[in-house]
């Protein structure tokens, strides 16, 4: 070992989902958004004047923060920005996670979690969904650092229903709850008007999903005002312009079109709803979705089979070899003809199989 | 306090530099580039396709880095990419400073070194530039957690010559040591050579100032591969995707055009070599300047008094209020009608002054 590596940052390194890219394959492995943009995002792109390029972005991200409060009636004080929720989620934690005492978190959740309480040096807990993935409100009602909950949860797609949110927050003002709601425009209610009753709860959700702009990376964080300064100390002190120009007039260009964004939504909810049935009929069953995404066992064949089986076809979809949830496979929800293509190539595969 | 305070982690605010945006202003006060980025930059972001957008970006930034590969002679697991080399930068703190020992840099230097040690509580012990701002090569000589050095240095445009650069390095092998060469474009050569010679050198720069790209926010490491997967599964445990794909697109397209990137450099470097020149003549003196920059400094009228008069005239530039450097303006290098103007009110400023 050369001396001066027993200083350097110990982490397990954390490996990106795949990021597949060839012709007419079905990629349902990352949970994008199958249509794209609205359409003045593209408008807001070809018509930038690309000297601005040259100077500095607008550290405090006014345009977009001012937009986001707008469309959620909040104060531009409660809006924070960031590179996308990862981003956001990874000042959150290193904002309010520094007790000594663990943060807890479900033992089936966003695989993140984990990942920044090791890099952070933050102790950390895990609470055991129950056997249908359900929060068991009473783990959450003992001394703790802090508290992170994805709502609807991922990989399952379980949305918690709010009072049992609310519960888990009654009870620990005295910790940050982080409430991560990536898949929540797609089923089920935001935590966000907890946010006056609560001044320890942060609310985070991105444009990587229901606005379609995963490759922009824009997460945003909503609370009350002073957890939003502490976040953005912790920002300032790290890299005060994070976000660059292309991300700030397209996200706030993407956040004007209600309209399109409440569509596109629509048109999703539809398509899944068409997938759960036409999955059911194949002996395929999951968890209730509210998000844009199935998490789908097979009552015969095991998900690993399925998963490499869809893979040889260029169809992509996502499978976690981890303890609980081994025999799952996370399915995003594609565009009508790509959940039709997946349906047609199962169905064979299910009648053929030994 | 509400409980939940207590364990907000605590930094001192760092206060991004002002970003004026007046009509008719004269900016010289964050070192950006006056001319626009390569003209291959506008035909990227008109001809992108926008539905590409709701799609997770490449996490290896393969099309950035490999073009970056190809300019500087290196592999492709010799190049890191960061948004802006704040971000690089920070992630190579949060790497490789986890020693109990200080990290060392000079007293005056770029003024977020302590703001990253503070945030990520790393020790460090400032080491003092002689009285002419040069760097005491023999102070670095002691047991320390690494270091890092900005050559040209931020805010005093001074170069140190590889030489000086060299010795430190070969005095300091057993820990990382970082070259922060944001400005090295625009005068002196890079101790890129050496990342063959030494493991422990990482050298960092950026696309904000002689790629005309501050508002685009990209900046990178170079160095050896395994310093740059240590990085990369740093970043990995952060945000696994943090350039966004316009950012990709216009980098590589940036680098590409080296006829305009050497074109720029030259342009600059002649209204530098004008503004030196015509500031002496109003009795004016700076350390002779290697960046896109001078640190300059009155015979008669204060620093402060004349910031606070050109701050009158929409003329922008930037004042320290820090010890030994109080008495100095750091004026970036803008257009020669930018140049001319800042001359002309300085003139007059100076002859009425009493």
């Known amino acids: 070992m050369k001396p001066w590596e027993k200083n350097i940052r110990k982490v397990v390194p954390y490996v990106p989902g795949e990021q597949p890219n060839k012709k007419d394959m079905v990629k349902l492995n990352t949970n994008e958004n199958p249509y794209p943009p609205a359409p003045g995002v593209e408008k807001v792109l070809k018509d930038m004047d690309s000297d601005t390029l040259r100077l500095y972005p607008d550290p405090t991200i006014k345009l977009l923060v001012d937009e986001l409060a707008h469309f959620y009636h909040l104060n531009s004080d409660q809006v924070f920005v960031g590179v996308g929720s990862d981003?956001?989620?990874?000042?959150a934690f290193l904002t309010f996670f520094n007790s000594p005492s663990p943060v807890l978190f479900p033992d089936i959740t966003y695989s993140f979690y984990p990942v920044w309480?090791?890099?952070?040096?933050?102790?950390y807990e895990v609470q055991a969904l129950?056997?249908?993935?359900?929060i068991v409100k009473e783990d959450y009602n003992k001394p703790n650092?802090?508290?992170?909950?994805?709502?609807?949860?991922?990989?399952?797609?379980?949305?918690?229903d709010l009072s049992v949110i609310e519960d888990i927050i009654a009870h620990n003002k005295d910790v940050i709850v982080i409430l991560d709601e990536a898949y929540i425009d797609f089923g089920g209610a935001s935590a966000l008007p907890l946010i006056e009753k609560y001044d320890n709860l942060l609310v985070v959700q991105?444009?990587?999903?229901?606005?379609?702009?995963?490759?922009?990376?824009?997460?945003?964080a909503m609370g009350n005002p002073?957890?939003?300064?502490?976040?953005?100390?912790?920002?300032?002190?790290i890299n005060s312009y994070t976000m660059n120009r292309t991300a700030i007039l397209a996200g706030a260009e993407a956040v004007r079109d209600v309209t399109y964004f409440n569509d596109n939504i629509q048109r999703i909810i539809k398509t899944r709803t068409w997938t759960e049935e036409a999955l059911t009929d194949l002996g395929f069953s999951f968890p209730k979705s509210s998000a844009n995404f199935?998490?789908?066992?097979?009552?015969?064949?095991?998900?690993?089979?399925?998963?490499?089986?869809?893979?040889?076809?260029?169809?992509?979809?996502?499978?976690?070899?981890a303890p609980r949830i081994d025999n799952y496979l996370r399915i995003t929800i594609g565009t009508e003809e790509d959940m039709r293509k997946l349906v047609e190539f199962l169905k064979g595969f299910i009648e053929n199989y030994k």
């Open 87 to 91: 981003d956001v989620l990874a000042v």
């Open 117 to 123: 309480c090791d890099l952070y040096r933050i102790p």
């Open 130 to 134: 129950d056997e249908n993935f359900c």
């Open 145 to 160: 650092g802090g508290i992170v909950i994805a709502n609807p949860n991922a990989p399952t797609a379980l949305y918690a």
């Open 206 to 220: 991105t444009f990587s999903k229901s606005r379609s702009m995963a490759g922009m990376r824009i997460g945003y």
């Open 226 to 237: 002073e957890l939003i300064k502490a976040m953005n100390d912790v920002k300032y002190s």
């Open 294 to 321: 199935l998490f789908a066992t097979h009552n015969k064949i095991p998900a690993k089979v399925i998963f490499q089986a869809l893979r040889e076809r260029d169809i992509y979809v996502r499978y976690f070899n």
